[in-house]
Every structure is written in structure tokens, then in C-alpha cells.
């Protein structure tokens, strides 16, 4: 048991969209993911997923709802099967909550999917 | 799907060693909870427990090992079957995160237990 401060361990890497496991909760993942620019348009098919924005601004766009912007201080939970895509003008630190199951690409597998994560 | 601001959230109630369900990300409850002074020796049999320090500081007492002090930006995730003790010598802020199952007595049912919690 070790407690993770959450800015140290953001401190410790700097590419975008490659989530890190920070710890496991039963059968859910705590994710750190810094995250810049548009990402791409999936969903998660069996996975609902948590962002938590810590640093800087994301906005979820959403095909079939409004889109939200997160700033500092606040969580959406983007139920499973729903179509988003994470946008950040600037750099944003998010801390992600989903099962361990989720694959970042959701339903598509590109260049950006992402497996195996680093654990920090 | 609508944002969670965790500091208005808090600000919709006092009392304390009552979580309240701000989210629920499959399997998992997200809950606030505004902590001071001691709470009961308690394990939950079943599922690990994710602590995570918004406002304040947070002691977790352990019988098997070295107690941990949470500050703002820290969290830990305390495993299922490990006695544990929260303590908050000044109010604080603590999201929980934690299979919807959990009781937040674990394993004792006293008046502190709390079934049925309010969502926010």
C-alpha cells in the first residue's frame, strides 16, 4: 500500500494520450493520461468511462448530445456505447476511471491504440 | 450525461461519515464524503477502497502497517480484507471510489453504517 500523489506522477512523463495505470480498484483501472490536441471519435462498447480533469480544460464532443467542457475540479462519466471524442486545446492532465477491460481507441484500433500500459 | 463539479457538490452538505454517490462508472460508485474526527476499525471482505484527498488531510491507520497521512492531490487504495481506520483530525474532502457493493462500516453494522446513500 503506497500513496499516490497525483501531481508527482504526472510529473513523471510528457507524451499525450498514453493513459499510465496509477492503481486498480477491484475490477476498475485509475488511469493518468495527459492529453493535447483532437483525438479520435469511438466508444467504448461494455465500458463506461470516467474523465476527471485535474489540469487545464477537456471538451467531450458528443455525436447525439451536447458537448461538455470539463474544467479543473470536475468529472463526466461517458456511458458505455456512447460516441465521443476528447478534445484539449491545451495540455490537460486527466485522471481516467474505467474498467480494466477499456482500450483508450475504444471500438477502433489505429496508431493511437494503446496496450499494455506502463505502470506508475 | 451532465459534469460533476466536485466543490459545489461538497457544498450541498455538512455532515460528515455520510457518503453521498456522485457517479457510477460500471461496477463502481464515485462518492463524496466529508470526513472529521475518528471512524471505526472496519475491513470489507469483498472490495478495495480508493481514498482520494480533495480538501484537507486524511489519516488512514492500519493494524498490519505503517498508517499513511493523505494531503490534497493524494490518494490510496486500501485492498479488500486490510483493517483500516480513517481519521481526519480537521474536516476533509474525500472522494470514494468503490464496488457499488461496499458499505462504508465494512464489516460492522453500527450507527455509523449508512445503506441507501443520497445521490447528489
Redesign the interface.
Known sequence: ???????EKFSLFNDHWNPRIA??????H?KLAKLKGEFDWHHHEQ????FYV?KGELLLK?KD?ED?L?KE????????G?EHKPVAEEEAHVIL???KTTLNTGNIKNERTRENLERL
Not at 468529472?75 to 458505455?80: A, D, M, S
Open positions: 500500500m503506497e500513496k499516490v500523489n497525483v501531481k492503481g486498480e480498484v477491484n475490477d476498475s485509475i465500458e463506461d468511462e470516467m485535474v458528443f448530445s461538455v470539463l475540479g470536475e468529472f463526466l462519466i461517458v456511458p458505455k456512447v476511471i474505467e474498467p
